[in-house]
């Protein structure tokens, strides 16, 4: 808090996002509050979009993507593939673009016209038996966004599309700025995009 509060900057690390939806559990800890594996449900194919929805959203606000419990059995998994290749090409994507989503200053944002959906989601702590846990359902635009300015002026748009389908999008700048580009575009599944602005 200090750091935040105190600073023009601040690093902050992502979030708890499970990529299969388990959370970790320290071996030193006690044995009777440790989950039942045999009762876990396949979290990942419940919630197929979530970890994306996490990931992306982390990185449309300027923070460093994190993942929580990242094993080497998550990396050669099949089924998580996508989701972990996802991850990478956003923390590439942080990395390209940190005089704005790190240095910079957040801008207000654009109108960005998407699609709505239906992200089926759990909310689980370290603590959270399997049996316990019920997951529902959030309203979410398909794609995410976020306006920067870089220390040196520049201003651009971060646009994420974390589902598994093409998404077509019209993008209204924000006020005062216009876009470098035409504004109607289709972003394909699970990438994640940069438009550089220009000022009126």
């Known amino acids: 808090l200090f750091q935040a509060v105190y600073h023009g900057h601040s690093v902050v ?3 708890y ?3 299969d939806g388990i959370p970790p559990y320290d071996e030193f800890w006690p044995d009777e509050g ?7 449900r396949d979290w990942h194919a ?4 979530q970890f994306p929805l996490e990931i992306a959203r982390t990185v449309a606000f300027g923070c460093q993507p994190l993942v929580t419990n990242l094993t080497r059995a998550h990396l050669a998994s099949d089924a998580l593939a996508p989701d972990i290749a996802f991850f990478l090409d956003l923390a590439r994507f942080y990395h390209a673009h940190r005089p704005w989503l ?3 200053d957040m801008l207000p944002p654009a109108t960005i016209e998407t699609a709505k959906l239906d992200v089926t989601c759990i909310q689980r702590g370290i ?3 399997p049996d316990a846990i019920e997951p529902f359902t959030v309203p979410r635009p398909a794609v995410l966004h976020s306006a920067w300015l870089a220390p040196d002026g520049q ?3 971060v646009l994420i599309n974390y589902t598994r389908t093409s ?3 019209h993008i209204t700048p924000p006020p005062g700025y216009r876009l470098n580009a035409v504004a109607d575009h289709t972003l394909p599944p699970r990438t994640a995009h940069f438009l550089k602005l220009s000022q009126q």
């Open 46 to 49: 419940i919630c197929p979009d």
């Open 34 to 40: 440790r989950p039942d594996p045999a009762r876990e």
């Open 13 to 15: 690390f992502g979030n």
């Open 127 to 129: 603590f959270t038996k």
């Open 102 to 104: 790190l240095w910079g």
């Open 17 to 19: 996002a499970h990529i």
């Open 167 to 169: 998404q077509p999008i």
């Open 155 to 157: 201003a651009g748009l």
